[in-house]
Nanobody, 124 residues
Framework: VQLVESGGGSVQAGGSLRLSCAAS????????MAWFRQAPGKGREGLAS???????RYPSSEKARFTISKDNAKNTLYLQIDSLKPDDTAMYSC????????????????????WGQGTQVTVS
């Protein structure tokens, strides 16, 4: 499986973005999927994960601003980010991991084996 992110760019604070992550194969049944970001000089941060049944998980106290979703027919994962802040400036990456049963998908990076190249989000 290969992952390709898109949808990043430069936006003003308070705006919204929807990031996309296109997979080269069907990932609907047996893959955990997740979004991460890494700001300059900081570690990778898990933002959201989604189980095969669509159950979403958010580790952050700011989870209300992030919404993860997927369209299995399009093999595409999404991340909606609302009320953008300058602190959201980072490289955003999606990740996948094959599982016999894709449930209770974690939001920690060490559990994911397949990564996209990332898409840059800059908020000013």
């Amino acid at each position: 499986v290969q992952l390709v992110e898109s949808g990043g760019g430069s936006v003003q604070a308070g705006g919204s973005l929807r990031l996309s992550c296109a997979a080269s194969e069907y990932t609907g049944s047996n893959f955990c999927m997740a979004w991460f970001r890494q700001a300059p000089g900081k570690g990778r941060e898990g933002l959201a994960s989604i189980d095969s049944d669509g159950t979403a998980r958010y580790p952050s106290s700011e989870k209300a601003r992030f919404t993860i979703s997927k369209d299995n027919a399009k093999n595409t994962l999404y991340l909606q980010i609302d009320s953008l802040k300058p602190d959201d400036t980072a490289m955003y990456s999606c990740a996948a991991d094959p599982r016999a049963i894709a449930t209770m998908c974690p939001t920690a990076a060490e559990f994911y084996s397949i990564w996209g190249q990332g898409t840059q989000v800059t908020v000013s």
